[in-house]
T-cell receptor, first 110, second 113 residues
Framework: QKEVEQNSGPLSVPEGAIASLNCTYS??????FFWYRQYSGKSPELIMS????GDKEDGRFTAQLNKASQYVSLLIRDSQPSDSATYLC??????????FGQGTTLQVKP | KAGVTQTPRYLIKTRGQQVTLSCSPI?????VSWYQQTPGQGLQFLFE???????NKGNFPGRFSGRQFSNSRSEMNVSTLELGDSALYLC????????????FGPGTRLTVL
């Protein structure tokens, strides 16, 4: 079992729709969770961090954390073509290492 | 505030050579982490430095090493390069070890021929 798992996609949504990206992790002791966006040929860009159970909203982005289910998700409302990118889920394990999932490719079609 | 900078941006080496990559963190950031990104393996953690000390290490062979200087700048070195070392090497900085948000530099694209 991989430490951080994401569906590689591609996830295709129409412009204006809600995109839902999911991530599961294996280390039950993990305390910090992050979503990064990576455009093709660029480096990852931090878009959300979440540390406690529940929802955290920032503009069109909402991160959701459920530690009991070891599940993190990212919702993107009113998706735009400029949101088309690979979204990386990252989990800080109890060893202190930041472990990344393989990423989900999102395509937003105009 | 300037972001994380990495030099060089592109590098071509041949098998058996060694390479040194450099990273300057965001001003005030004291922790620097290094990652290797390949299409097959994704983003993999190499090591993390804080206050000139390696605080954490990933599962890479001893050919991969690093160091951090008193001004928080960091270098990583790969000796005896192999074809499989071709990758994007990313550096990320954060304020401290405890503050988890890491910000990435543009990366160094290493090609080993």
């Amino acid at each position: 079992q991989k430490e951080v798992e994401q569906n590689s996609g591609p996830l295709s949504v129409p412009e204006g729709a809600i995109a839902s990206l999911n991530c599961t992790y294996s280390d039950r002791g993990s305390q910090s969770f992050f979503w990064y966006r990576q455009y093709s040929g660029k480096s990852p860009e931090l878009i959300m961090s979440i540390y406690s159970n529940g929802d955290k909203e920032d503009g069109r982005f909402t991160a959701q954390l459920n530690k009991a289910s070891q599940y993190v998700s990212l919702l993107i409302r009113d998706s735009q073509p400029s949101d088309s990118a690979t979204y990386l889920c990252a989990v800080k394990s109890n060893t202190g290492k930041l472990i990344f999932g393989q990423g989900t490719t999102l395509q937003v079609k105009p | 505030k300037a972001g994380v900078t990495q030099t060089p941006r592109y590098l071509i080496k041949t098998r058996g050579q060694q390479v040194t990559l450099s990273c300057s963190p965001i001003s005030g950031h004291r922790s620097v982490s290094w990652y290797q990104q390949t299409p097959g393996q994704g983003l993999q953690f190499l090591f993390e430095y804080f206050s000139e000390t390696q605080r954490n290490k990933g599962n890479f062979p001893g050919r991969f090493s690093g160091r951090q200087f008193s001004n928080s700048r960091s270098e990583m070195n790969v000796s005896t390069l192999e074809l499989g070392d071709s990758a994007l090497y990313l550096c990320a900085s954060s304020l401290t070890l405890a503050l988890n948000e890491q910000f990435f530099g543009p990366g160094t694209r290493l090609t080993v021929l």
